[in-house]
C-alpha cells in the first residue's frame, strides 16, 4: 500500500508517516490556536482538531506519495 | 480555562475561530473526497503482476534482418511492417529466373524459325501444280 519510508533501516508504510506528521501538525494547530485564543470558538473541538489531522495526512500523502 | 484564553475582542475571534474551524472541517471533507477518487480512478501497489498472452511470429521466408521497426513491448496494428529481410537473395533469384525465361524465349522463337524455314523448304520441293497458295 503506497511506497515504503526507510526510517533508520525500517521500513513504514508512506501513509503512516503522513498520518504522523498529521497528528503532530494538529496538536501543533491546538497549542497555536489556545494561544491565539481561537480555541473556544472553532466548534467542536473533537471534530475539528480530528479533521486538521486527517486533512493535512491526505494531502501530504497525495501530494508526495500518489505518483 | 476557555475563560481565561477569550480575547479583549472576543466578536473578531469569534468569526475567525468560526471560519476556521469549519474550514477546517470542509478541507477535510474534501480531501477525503479527492483522496477517495484518486484511490479509484489510479490504483496504486508496490507488489503487482501482469499477466499477457505471448504471440510467437515467424517469417514465411528465411534470411538476415536488415531492418528492425519496433522495439520491445511496443504497441502494433495489424499490418505493421515490424523488420525487413535481406531481399538481395529474392532478387537474384527473381532476376536469374527472368532471364531464364527470356533464353527460353529466344530457344522457343529460333525453333519456331527453324520450324518456319522447314516447312518453307518441304514447300519449295513439292511440283507447282500442288503448291498451296501462300498469303
Known sequence: MGPQINIIGSFF?????????????????????????????????????????ILVTLVLWVAFFRG | MAEKDVPSNPGAR?????????????AAAIAVIVTLLQWQIRPQTDDATVRANFV?????????????????NEQ???????????????????????????????????????VATAVAGVSGQRPSSTMPTII
Open chain 2, 76 to 114: 502494433v496494428q495489424e499490418g505493421d511492417l515490424l523488420f525487413l529481410i535481406d531481399p538481395r537473395p529474392y532478387k537474384i533469384a527473381l532476376e536469374r529466373a527472368r532471364a531464364t525465361l527470356a533464353l527460353t524465349r529466344k530457344e522457343v522463337d529460333a525453333l519456331k524459325n527453324g
Open chain 1, 13 to 53: 508504510p508512506s501513509w503512516m508517516l503522513c498520518a504522523l506528521i498529521g497528528i503532530v501538525t494538529a496538536l501543533f494547530g491546538r497549542w497555536l490556536f489556545v494561544r491565539a485564543g481561537l480555541d473556544p470558538y472553532v466548534g467542536r473541538r473533537q471534530l475539528v482538531y480530528p479533521s486538521l489531522a
Open chain 2, 56 to 72: 510467437g511470429i515467424a517469417p514465411q521466408v528465411n534470411g538476415h534482418i536488415v531492418e528492425l521497426h519496433v522495439r520491445d
Open chain 2, 14 to 26: 469569534r468569526i475567525i475561530g468560526r471560519l476556521l474551524g469549519t474550514g477546517i472541517v470542509g
